[in-house]
């Protein structure tokens, strides 16, 4: 592999971590508000009943004077009533008692209710309290993991950028440049190129660039995306199909013939063969190609991004049944399958040209 491609590949892989750490370390004060906040929550519920029990114990001191203040209208009246002469102001002054004593009887149950009210108060005060201890205690713990957390972070975070220094180092300046424009507009700078596509942005590579992928032995970028492709050859499969070796895979290929054509696929052990069919008249067009140590799509990949894949029932024997041209039913079951467009048909190779093995 390519010096430049084998480091980017790892250099991508460093980056992402990097971003992975970083991310992790800037979410740090927002964990530490969140965690704030629900002490924050605490202490207010017992603020709140403190104030509450305040607020009662104002209100009862106010009842307290009110009655005080209404006791010392009776004794007056009381005193008044002594030195009166007349029936009108004797009644005047028991009317004004009435009424104080009223009020004084109206303070004592508004005291009532404030006490009442307080004992509630205490209990939510206390029990809020307790919750704010226990709250306390297992926030001070979760303070403490996420410090550990983004201590160790920071320290992953220091190694992984000298990784990513020393291997920056070995990269040539313009592939590396190339490299962090991408990476810097796409998140990426480096795409694994599969199955004839680049996996960055889905887009298909043309047969040539894919071929100059898979060879690894130099820097391509993907036309579409301008990601730097590699190739894993553990992970390449042939295109829309799983068949299995020595079983046909058959295609509608535009490209041969006035109105195109089927061409048949097979992947032997340690080889490919492609035959092409007339699609209007089924007459055979090219005779059995094969090429050796390579998979179908790999060995006749333009045919394969030209096709269209189409289905067969039953796959005929290619020597005895179709050694000239496609049997009739064959012929029908396929041209149902697709639309026959004339189209300007590259040059068929004569039938009585077996290419060379």
């Not at 005080?68 to 002054?93: C, G, H, M, P, W």
């Not at 006490?115 to 205490?122: G, I, L, N």
């Amino acid at each position: 592999m390519h010096s430049d491609l084998e480091k980017l590949i790892e250099l991508e892989k460093v980056d992402r971590e990097i971003s992975r750490l970083r991310q992790e370390v800037g979410t740090l004060p927002g964990r530490m508000a969140v965690i704030e906040q629900k002490l924050n929550a605490s202490k207010a519920k017992v603020e709140t009943a403190r104030a509450k029990i305040k607020a009662g114990d104002a209100n009862k001191r106010k009842y307290e004077a009110d009655i005080q203040a209404q006791q010392q209208k009776i004794s007056k009246y009381r005193d008044q009533s002594l030195e009166v002469k007349t029936n009108e102001q004797y009644r005047a002054l028991m009317d004004e008692i009435g009424f104080a004593e009223k009020a004084i009887r109206e303070a004592e149950d508004k005291i009532l209710e404030v006490m009442v009210d307080a004992e509630a108060q205490e209990r939510a005060a206390k029990a809020a309290e307790v919750e704010l201890k226990a709250e306390t205690a297992e926030i001070e713990k979760e303070k403490a993991e996420a410090r550990a957390i983004t201590a160790k972070d920071e320290a992953e975070l220091k190694e992984w950028n000298a990784k990513r220094d020393a291997l920056r180092g070995g990269i040539s300046e313009n592939v590396l440049q190339q490299y962090e424009r991408v990476s810097k507009h796409r998140g990426s700078g480096v795409a694994e190129a599969r199955d004839h596509k680049c996996t960055g942005c889905q887009v298909m590579l043309r047969p040539q660039v894919y071929n100059e992928v898979r060879s690894n032995e130099m820097v391509v970028q993907c036309s579409s995306c301008q990601r730097i492709l590699f190739y894993d050859p553990s992970k390449d499969k042939p295109v829309e199909t799983d068949e299995h070796a020595g079983e046909q895979v058959w295609f509608y290929v535009p490209r041969y013939g006035e109105r195109g054509s089927f061409v048949v696929f097979v992947n032997g052990k340690a080889s490919s063969s492609r035959r092409v069919f007339d699609a209007d008249s089924g007459l055979l067009l090219r005779r059995r190609e094969v090429v050796r140590n390579q998979t179908f799509d790999q060995a006749f990949a333009e045919d394969v991004q030209a096709g269209q894949l189409v289905k067969v029932q039953h796959p005929p024997n290619l020597d005895r049944d179709a050694s000239e041209h496609l049997p009739s039913h064959l012929l029908f079951q396929l041209q149902n399958q697709v639309e026959l467009t004339p189209v300007q048909a590259e040059p068929s190779a004569p039938v009585n040209s077996e290419a060379p093995q």
